[in-house]
């Protein structure tokens, strides 16, 4: 049987397209187009059994069963993981996924959420950028369903999902102490954002619960503008001296990744000279010759419990918020040595 | 001065905001909606200086200035890269991009069509699954602004950017060949699309012209949804019996990586037990204790050519089709050895 289409209607109608799309789409009562006229047209849209497409119901209901995903940096492998994660979840509940990357910046995240939100996606996941606390008020009073993952503002009342980050950071560190180390040094990103802050504060926690003082020379920060740099600017300065650091925690897996290009290129051996670890997996920490220590994040659990609670907001309407924070796993590889 | 809304002009008309809205974005003369009713709506959006804002306007002059990119698996670094590059290129054309992942899966791509085309993008990149042709043949009927990158199908006239797949693999195996291997194995994916079938034509290529039988024995297949066992089979395969192969020739970093990961449990020693080579790049190829040797694809070129090619159906309204082969280099590293 052919599909019904609003052309038809309006064919029968003796009217335009448009003016069927109108009153069938439109719940105004006030309008005043002739109610004589929108009645005929409802009655034959019901006498020739019209379906309103996809799209058509998607305006009506407001819904367009698409997530917005915007992504701290697509070419990071968490958050290409993240973002797949997400897409596979919200298949299962026959939501897309379509994504944007705001590259750490504050002016490109709000492009984006914009591009989404004028794209009419149903609701957002959103790994906020630095800086960007006002995009995430104004959503909230907008009330567009959202949920942040991976980092939020201690200072907003908004759903999110994070990682224990200080407890896991401390874990860390703890093994590395464990294992014989005596100069733990830390590598983090130069950022306001709070799970950096804790992971930072977790470092220092650990050192100070087995009696060692944390002192600002091992405790490096980059900016995430100049990576490459800064890190190697750090390296050489937690490793010049006549006590150099014996072991290094790298706040990220980005962080790791460049770190060990460079201390490769110096010719150190890890475990041997020097003992790493680092929060987040990473295929490149997988293949290196001293398989890295890592903080795993469990991803599918993120992904799941994102659009798990995004579609509570847009499904069910709860306006409660949701903050759920899941424990981490240190995966023991090679690269802390055993000593 | 605060901006006139369609609210204020219809509080001004006495009709409802979405009937002024229908007046001032449609067109259509032949609305039966009472000429008297929709020359005041017009007069009093001109009196009140109304101002359609931009979704307003993106709606009535058809360009969203998003563009929709569609990629094979937003997890594998280089489709990672290559949304990156085409995020920052877009960019400098004040265009937005919005991204999906197809999982390789042409059910996924279509639905992600489908839902980006109805979040009125202004035009697509993608890179096509295997069996995509029809989606592909579609989006040419409906006149959507399209460019494909990294596949192609050589039966269907339309704009791509690829590199010269046969060319750069039988580069990567005369390379193998001039280090000494004598019996090189090539892993590639089981599947129709053409840009592998060129990587492996190119394979074969290499052997022809240098005297080498190519042996069905050599060439092995894994499919995308089984990687890694068809992986770990197809190197089994290739190292067992009196002459085992020599050199592997990867045709994808996703390939070389879980490859490389069950090379190095079997304990087989890079370069010395065998040589390796890849399409592709990847930081875990990088880190790798005997970097790879790889046929290194100019990202940055393929996004900007992506981006170019689009803007121009896009916005000039070219309609003939672009195709684009770029050449890719070849990075000797340490994973083939020198003998």
């Known amino acids: 049987m052919k599909k019904v289409s609003l052309k038809d209607i309006a064919t029968e109608a ?6 069927v799309s109108y009153v069938l789409t439109n719940k105004d ?3 005043r187009i002739g109610e004589e006229m929108a009645k005929k047209i409802r009655e034959i849209a019901r006498k020739l059994n019209y379906q309103p497409n996809h799209i058509a119901r998607s305006l009506k209901s407001g819904r367009s069963f698409t997530i917005g995903l915007i992504v701290a940096d697509i070419s990071n492998p968490f958050f290409a993981n993240i973002a797949r994660t997400i897409e596979d979840e ?3 509940h026959n939501y897309n996924v379509i994504f944007g990357s705001s590259d750490e910046n504050v002016d490109k995240s709000q492009d984006l959420i914009n591009v989404l939100v004028n794209r009419q996606v149903d609701g957002l996941i959103i790994t906020p950028t630095e800086g960007s606390e006002q995009q995430i008020r104004q959503l909230q009073e907008q009330k567009i369903p959202f949920v942040l993952i991976d980092r939020f503002f201690p200072e907003i009342a908004a759903s999110y999902i994070a990682v224990n980050n200080r407890e896991s950071a401390a874990g860390a560190v703890s093994h590395l102490i464990k294992a014989g180390r005596k100069r733990i040094g830390m590598v983090a990103y130069k950022t306001t954002l709070h ?3 804790e992971r930072i504060g977790g470092y220092q926690d650990a050192l100070q619960q087995h009696g060692i003082k944390a002192t600002n020379s091992l405790l ?3 900016r995430y503008s100049h ?8 390296i050489d300065e937690l490793l010049k001296g006549k006590h150099p650091a014996d072991a290094i925690f790298f706040a990220t897996n980005s962080l790791a990744i460049e770190g060990l290009k460079y201390i490769n290129t110096l010719g150190i051996r890890i475990p041997d000279d020097l003992a790493v670890i680092t929060f987040d997996e990473g295929e490149a920490l997988d293949l290196f010759y001293a398989p890295v220590t890592f903080v795993r994040q469990p991803i599918l659990e993120i992904g799941k419990a994102a659009v798990r609670v995004l579609l509570e907001q847009i499904l069910d309407g709860t306006t409660t918020t949701t903050a759920i924070c899941i424990d981490t796993t240190l995966v023991v590889r090679k690269s802390c040595g055993s000593r």
């Open 220 to 222: 490096k920060k980059a």
């Open 90 to 92: 919200a298949k299962k």
């Open 227 to 234: 990576l490459k740099e800064d890190i190697r600017l750090a």
């Open 29 to 31: 009562k006030k309008a």
């Open 14 to 19: 003796g009217v335009s397209t448009a003016l």
């Open 195 to 197: 799970h950096i802050s």
